[in-house]
């Protein structure tokens, strides 16, 4: 392989880790988000093709590090994307059954809004002490929890931290939407969601995932208020 062959490769390479990380933001877009198989089988393409030219020059450790974070959008796809698969992650859910871990994921799969709300409590059960009032499922819990979301999302999470950051808010953040506005969890090939009625759904772990990504902007308060207007038409309870 002469230079100009190794650094073509080396540019290849950049460009498809670019793509691929792209493509991976591109699922938590609501604008793109109906064609989230799409832009997951893009992400495995192009993290696939620099996996392969990072082994083909001889970067081992970019190689591993490049299959670790591919790993890690296969999972984050199976666990909040994907059909059957997006149920609420075993190692996510608070507190786990005793057993193996064969069983507890069977009995996720069996019963897996069990786990959502057991989730859900668990994070009212831990901002009770922080707060001056009575943590619950209120608009003024929510738009605490906001605020704290905002100040930890700045700090150096790692994948499985924000994963269970979405996990455990998002279980969270739906109660409060059934609470407030009524609805239902459900399943669809998106992942889980409160349902309303026949064309009003709204996504909780996906909206909490934005937020950690892109601040306040995404905010999921103002996602949590705007389903009156926007999804029910009609005043919140709250």
């Known amino acids: 392989m002469t230079e100009q062959e190794r650094q073509e490769r080396l540019e290849r390479m950049r ?5 691929g990380e ?3 933001d591109q699922l938590y877009e609501p604008r793109t988000h109906s064609n989230s198989a799409g832009h997951y089988s893009d992400a495995k393409d192009f993290f696939g093709e620099a996996i392969g030219l990072a082994s083909e020059l001889g970067l081992n450790d970019q190689a591993q590090a490049l299959s670790e974070r591919l790993a890690h959008i ?9 059909g059957f698969d997006s149920s609420p992650q075993a190692d996510s859910v608070a507190p786990p059954p005793t057993g193996s871990s064969e069983s507890v994921v069977s009995d996720i799969l069996a ?3 069990r786990f959502i709300r057991a989730n859900a ?6 901002c009770r002490p922080l707060t001056d009032f009575e943590f619950n499922y209120s608009a003024g819990s929510v738009k605490w929890l906001d605020s704290y979301l905002e100040k930890i ?16 808010i998002g279980s969270y953040l739906g109660e409060a939407i059934i609470a407030t506005y009524g609805g239902a969890w459900s399943q669809d090939e998106f992942g889980w969601h409160i349902r309303f009625d026949e064309k009003n759904r709204a996504y909780p772990f996906t909206k909490v995932a934005k937020q950690l990504h892109n601040g306040s902007e995404d905010s999921i308060f103002g ?3 705007s389903i009156a207007l ?4 009609r005043p919140s309870k709250a």
């Open 15 to 19: 460009q498809c880790i670019k793509l």
């Open 22 to 24: 792209d493509s991976y």
């Open 74 to 82: 296969k999972a984050v796809f199976r666990s909040q994307f994907s």
């Open 111 to 113: 019963d897996p809004v």
């Open 121 to 126: 409590a668990s994070i009212v059960s831990a």
């Open 153 to 168: 999302r700045t700090q150096r999470l790692n994948d499985a931290e924000r994963d269970q950051l979405v996990s455990n």
């Open 223 to 225: 996602f949590y208020s």
């Open 230 to 233: 926007l999804i029910l038409n």
